[in-house]
């Protein structure tokens, strides 16, 4: 008779799973294909042929699989919703769109040229400013034609098309994803360490399946932007807009490449992708993407900033030499993220308040809870503040700050609506002396710029283009660095090296990837 040993019973019933989990596995792969190919059957374009070949039968499986995690089983309608435009109540000239609930089709227009349309959606603060910026160059004087270009250009509308503002059953699916995004960036800039590293890792591994989920969600989006008039230019600020545009047949779309780290789902098959630095150009080119669907641009940046830099450049180097206190402004990222660092900042810098040599220009944005969180490190360091609350006291205040000092050293602005809380850095950037912030999409900006802790891995290529070109730090991971460069601010000619860089980058071009982006649109509007 045989003896078993006791674990004997247990190591079978383990090698029967294993063996049944690898069966199991390989029967998934050996479907995997087909369940592909069925998602894909009707879409409009091959990512597959953009990426340069079909995927795995892992790759395949992956994007599948989260695909149903996305949309679940939903079929992805075509039809456009009928869309309406208002003037914008924030932004002169601007027509805002919306869904127009009474269900008449078209969109009014006053002129007899398609209007120029900025898509984007309103995920996080980044993608909005860049829209706003590249709506900035479609506004203001156009004689001469639109931005001078000569035609008849000059009556052109120029529309802001945020994919939220369309209320729908696609809207909401932006929204569920927009939240799961927004608390992982805070908990991994809460929590550090481990969780820091693995969400940082997730940031900046955008492979090719991670183009193919952007694609195929962007397919269910198509209703978004389908009410719109085919023959208009589409300025796109977020891929998944650019995405839905070629989906829905539009033929001359231009994506506004994000960030400087070259990865796939910041590109869209189909499209002029303008991005903002060789680096990212030349990445972008060796992993495949088309030379005719790659070009640089220049960076994304407001009209105002880029004609304000002369005189803001000149009053940064003059309060340096006539030792006036060096202003900060740091602002708070659409996520919420970075509490800890920048609360644990204000509290370092509470001694250089106190003494005047330091003002700082707190922007919680709509952020409840970093509201709370600044008064709190405020009133636990002593340190008086003064408060704005809406936009016609953070225009005030700018003008305010062109010729006087403010009242306190430190002002806090904190709003209850979301364009003020954007807007409120790029009002006040030239009037500030330094801009604390992340690597985002404010590393680009023209102003000397004091790069701190990144909430994912790919902000730290943006951080390393500002220090190459001379207008920002390489990135601050630890407060007392911080602390340490502003110092520098204070006793060297940092401030001076940093707007001379500036100057010299306006002077070719650098900051006018938005104003190239509208020129771009019009002229192959032209030859269409």
Not at 7 to 14: C, E, F, G, H, S
Not at 109 to 115: A, C, L
Not at 207 to 236: C, W
Request: net charge neutral; with cysteine.
């Amino acid at each position: 008779m045989i003896d078993l040993q006791p674990w004997a019973p247990a190591l079978t019933i383990l090698a029967s799973i294993v063996t049944a989990a690898y069966v199991a596995w390989r029967l998934v792969l050996l479907l995997a294909p087909g369940l592909y190919r069925g998602m894909i059957k009707n879409n409009t374009i091959s990512v597959d042929d953009f990426v340069g070949g079909p995927p795995s039968p892992t790759s395949a499986f992956k994007s599948w699989f989260l695909n149903r995690l996305n949309v679940g089983t939903r079929v992805a309608k075509k039809e456009g919703y009928p869309l309406k435009t208002e003037d914008s109540d924030k932004v002169a000239g601007l027509k805002v769109t919306s869904r127009n609930e009474t269900g008449k089709e078209g969109v009014a227009t006053t002129s007899n040229n398609p209007p120029v349309v900025v898509g984007t959606i309103r995920m996080g603060f980044g993608h909005h400013r860049i829209a706003y910026a590249a709506t900035s160059w479609g506004l203001g004087e156009k004689k001469g034609g639109f931005l001078g270009l000569g035609g008849d250009d000059k009556d052109r509308e120029t529309f802001f098309h945020d994919f939220l503002n369309i209320e729908s059953e696609e809207a909401q699916l932006i929204k569920d994803m927009d939240k799961m995004y927004s608390k992982g960036s805070r908990l991994a800039s809460e929590l550090g360490g481990t969780v820091e590293k693995f969400w940082g890792s997730l940031t900046k591994s955008g492979d090719e399946d991670s183009l193919r989920m952007t694609y195929q969600f962007a397919e269910h989006m198509v209703p978004l932007i389908n009410g719109l008039d085919k023959n208009s230019p589409i300025i796109a600020s977020h891929s998944m807009v650019a995405c839905a545009a070629v989906a829905a047949g539009f033929k001359n779309v231009i994506n506004l490449v994000i960030d400087n780290h070259a990865q796939w789902f910041v590109v869209v098959p189909g499209c002029l992708n303008l991005v903002q630095g060789p680096s990212n150009y030349h990445s972008l080119l060796k992993m495949g993407v088309p030379e005719d669907q790659v070009q640089i641009a220049g960076h994304w940046i407001p009209r105002d900033l880029v004609e304000g830099i002369p005189d803001a450049s000149a009053r940064r180097t003059a309060r340096r030499k006539a030792g006036k206190p060096l202003r900060i402004i740091i602002p708070v990222g659409g996520a919420g993220a970075q509490r800890k660092f920048i609360v644990n900042l204000v509290g370092a810098l509470s001694g250089l308040v106190k003494e005047g040599k330091v003002q700082l220009f707190l922007n919680a944005a709509d952020h409840e809870h970093m509201k709370e969180a600044f008064i709190g490190a405020l009133e636990s360091n002593d340190m008086d503040y003064d408060k704005v609350v809406d936009m016609k006291g953070v225009q005030s205040f700018r003008e305010k700050m062109l010729t006087e000092e403010p009242t306190k050293n430190v002002t806090l602005f904190t709003y209850d609506d979301y364009f003020t809380a954007v807007a409120t850095t790029d009002i006040l950037c030239n009037v500030a002396d330094v801009l604390c912030c992340k690597p985002s999409e404010l590393a680009f900006y023209p102003i000397p710029k004091l790069m701190i802790r990144r909430v994912g891995d790919h902000e730290a290529y943006s951080a390393m283009r500002a220090s190459e070109l001379g207008d920002g730090t390489l990135e601050v991971r630890e407060v007392p660095e911080a602390v340490r460069y502003v110092e520098l601010f204070l006793t060297t000619k940092l401030i001076e090296t940093m707007n001379n860089s500036i100057e010299a980058n306006n002077k070719i071009g650098i900051y006018d990837g938005c104003k190239n982006a509208m020129r771009i649109a019009l002229e192959r509007s032209k030859k269409m």
